[in-house]
């Protein structure tokens, strides 16, 4: 078990940048999460993945961002045009089943300039 | 909407006095309560799972209760490592977790 993988662990980047973040689960997990944490606050749910199917997308996934899961693998998420509010860690999370433990990698901190 | 409130926000003890952390949840339909630990600079690490009121579990110092209503986690003794934030977090009709703000327990040798 080598855990959540996550890359790059740090991005710094301008405002009006495009951005990609990688994520790869727990290799026998068919379930992959992401989420977003600001400073002081919990994990926000954004997106998430059954094998290559994206089921849900919370509200907060403006249509600048977007998620794939292209061979039920790794994850990518991009943000487009980002902007000074997107600053944020984003994590992402693996689990094996609906109501078992979901288990997080140690995120992407972003910082836009 | 599911919602998790967490109290206090921020817990200074001395080592080996004990204490307790409240969640509060609100979920139409309750999947299962998660309790995990976020270290700075990290992602949140796994502590427990509790599925139906009147579940307990337990690791080490720590044990996490379950009601209608609420969960606790009690931390007996604890020591300076165990300062973290601590993340409450509720699965309802849907798989995403929806998480409280955190509590940011410090512990003093």
């Known amino acids: 078990d080598t855990g959540v993988s996550q890359d790059p662990r740090h991005k710094i980047t301008k405002r009006g940048q495009n951005v990609t973040f990688r994520c790869d689960p727990i290799?026998?997990?068919?379930?992959l999460y992401w989420y977003r944490q600001t400073l002081g606050q919990g994990p926000e749910f954004l997106t998430y993945?059954?094998?290559?199917?994206?089921?849900?997308k919370s509200r907060l996934l403006s249509d600048r961002f977007s998620a794939e899961r292209p061979k039920g693998s790794f994850s990518t998420l991009e943000i487009q045009r980002t902007e000074q509010g997107d600053s944020a860690m984003y994590l992402c999370?693996?689990?094996?089943?609906?109501?078992?433990?979901?288990?997080f990698g140690d995120g992407t901190r972003l910082s836009i300039l | 909407e599911d919602q998790v409130t967490q109290s206090p926000e921020a817990l200074r003890l001395q080592e080996g006095e004990s204490s307790s952390l409240n969640c509060s949840y609100t979920?139409?339909?309750?999947?299962?309560l998660f309790w995990y630990r976020q270290d700075p600079g990290k992602g949140p690490e796994f502590l427990f799972t509790?599925?139906?009121a009147g579940e307990e579990k337990e690791k080490e110092r720590l044990k996490a209760t379950l009601t209608k209503k609420e969960s606790f986690l009690h931390i007996t003794a604890p020591k300076p490592e165990d300062s973290a934030t601590y993340l409450c977090?509720?699965?309802?009709?849907?798989?995403?977790?929806?998480f409280g703000k955190g509590m940011k327990l410090t512990v003093n040798p």
């Open positions: 290799s026998e997990h068919n379930r």
């Open positions: 509790l599925y139906s």
């Open positions: 999370a693996s689990s094996q089943q609906p109501n078992q433990p979901q288990h």
């Open positions: 979920v139409s339909g309750l999947r299962g």
């Open positions: 977090a509720v699965q309802g009709g849907s798989e995403k977790l929806v």
């Open positions: 993945f059954q094998n290559e199917a994206q089921l849900e």
